[in-house]
């Protein structure tokens, strides 16, 4: 039972963290795009979060150990 509780509120924890780095995103583009730049539609909380995925696929930072030159 205790496994299953803290499987729950990890699961918890992620959506909210998930939450919290998405709503900025839909915030900026619904705010700054919308307004700016014709033909562009607002977004949904759930679309941001694709958003913000996407970017994080897309634009990952490579740290090299310092051996490599």
């Known amino acids: 039972m205790v496994q ?3 499987i729950l509120a990890g699961i918890f924890i992620l ?3 998930s939450f919290l780095f ?3 995103v839909m915030m900026l583009w619904n705010g700054c795009l919308v307004d700016a730049v014709n033909g562009v539609n607002e ?3 759930l ?3 694709g ?3 996407l970017c ?3 634009f990952k930072s490579h740290h090299s ?3 490599d030159k």
Do not use: K, R, Y
């Open 22 to 24: 998405s709503w900025p």
């Open 47 to 49: 679309q941001a979060w």
């Open 4 to 6: 299953f509780l803290a």
């Open 56 to 58: 994080s696929l897309l």
């Open 65 to 67: 150990s310092g051996t």
């Open 43 to 45: 977004v949904t909380w």
């Open 51 to 53: 958003i913000s995925f």
């Open 15 to 17: 959506a909210v963290a």
